[in-house]
């Protein structure tokens, strides 16, 4: 299985601040990796697909790249609707696997 | 606007099966792959396993044993089995779509208790 590791865990951050989340593959995986938002007692939602396409109707602010093994979610100004928890996905190869999830808290 | 709704007993006793269906309403369900999801209260998220509209299925190897999925084309359906449930299968089921899961269910919540 290709496991996925999430960093960090957790972070605290302010309204209008830069948030980084990196995703690490343990072994390559292309760009078939994908970025969701999930809110309390919610589904996921699909921000970021293939590595670095916006999802349609997701706002600009929400960027990735990356391919291989390393990839990175950018939020280039948080906004009070963005405090959540964000996975990342590998559709690379059977079983699928997540991240383990990074909660952007308030700080 | 493609909408999945999951649907099925919310509550299965140790050693059942549980049983789910995710019906697809507002697009076809041909021509994609259709994923079960589950996660327990307050943990991540983890794959149980997918289906084709051929019926094809790959499923994850720690379940693999205790899971058949299964489609009805004519309804837009597909569904989840699992076997000889435990505590540890208490968790919200969401189903979702394709290669990249662009649309979620809502999920349901499936607890195993006696």
Redesign the interface.
């Known amino acids: ?1 290709i496991q996925m590791t999430q960093s960090p865990s957790s972070l605290s951050a302010s309204v209008g601040d830069r948030v980084t989340i990196t995703c690490r593959a343990s072994q390559s995986i292309n760009t078939y990796l ?1 970025w ?1 938002q999930q809110k309390p007692g ?5 921000l970021i ?2 590595a670095s396409s916006l ?1 349609s109707g997701v706002p600009s602010r929400f960027s990735g790249s990356g391919s291989g093994t390393d990839f990175t979610l950018t939020i280039s100004s948080l906004q009070r609707e963005d405090f959540a928890t964000y ?1 990342c ?1 590998q ?1 690379s190869s ?8 990074t909660k952007v808290e308030m700080k | 606007q493609v909408q999945l709704q999951e649907s099925g007993p919310g509550l299965v006793k140790p050693s059942e099966t549980l049983s789910l269906i995710c019906t697809v309403s507002g697009g076809s369900i041909s021509s994609y792959y259709w994923n079960w999801i589950r996660q327990p209260a307050g943990k991540g998220l983890e794959w149980v396993g997918r289906i084709f509209t051929t019926g094809s299925t790959d499923y994850s190897p720690s379940l693999k044993t205790r899971v058949t999925m299964s489609v009805d084309t004519s309804k837009n359906l597909f569904s989840l089995k699992l076997t000889s449930v435990t505590a540890a299968d208490t968790a919200v089921y969401y189903c979702a779509r394709g290669n990249s899961f662009d649309y979620w269910g809502q999920g349901t919540l499936v607890t195993v208790s006696s």
């Open positions: 299985d994908h969701y919610k589904a996921p939602n699909l697909y293939t999802q996975y996905l559709t059977i079983p699928r696997t997540f991240g383990q999830g």
